[in-house]
């Protein structure tokens, strides 16, 4: 696991203490990997998901980061989504 992952897992995990109950997401960072959220937690993984959201990691750590507005980055394609639309709003609103 690249030392990116290992730091956007502990920071997902720290925003998200409860995990993710609305069903399983995954962030993939390209180049980097992939991390699972579900109701079990945050962690390190590349496993089917509702919906998949894709970002390279600077993105990724300015939406963690609140720099980044999570609908923004969609809107202007620095993240995209597949899969289940209203999850991902959902995780959105939880990152914001």
Do not use: C
């Amino acid at each position: 696991m690249s030392d990116v992952i290992s730091t956007a897992v502990s920071a997902l995990a720290a925003k998200l203490p409860d995990g993710f109950s609305a069903g399983v997401a995954k962030f993939v960072l390209k180049g980097e990997g992939a991390i699972m959220l579900d109701s079990d937690g945050v962690r390190a993984g590349d496993d089917e998901a509702d919906v998949t959201l894709t970002a390279d990691a600077q993105v990724f750590r300015a939406i963690l980061e609140g720099e980044m507005n999570p609908t923004t980055a969609f809107m202007t394609g620095k993240l995209s989504v597949d899969g289940a639309m209203g999850l991902a709003m959902q995780l959105g609103a939880a990152l914001a």
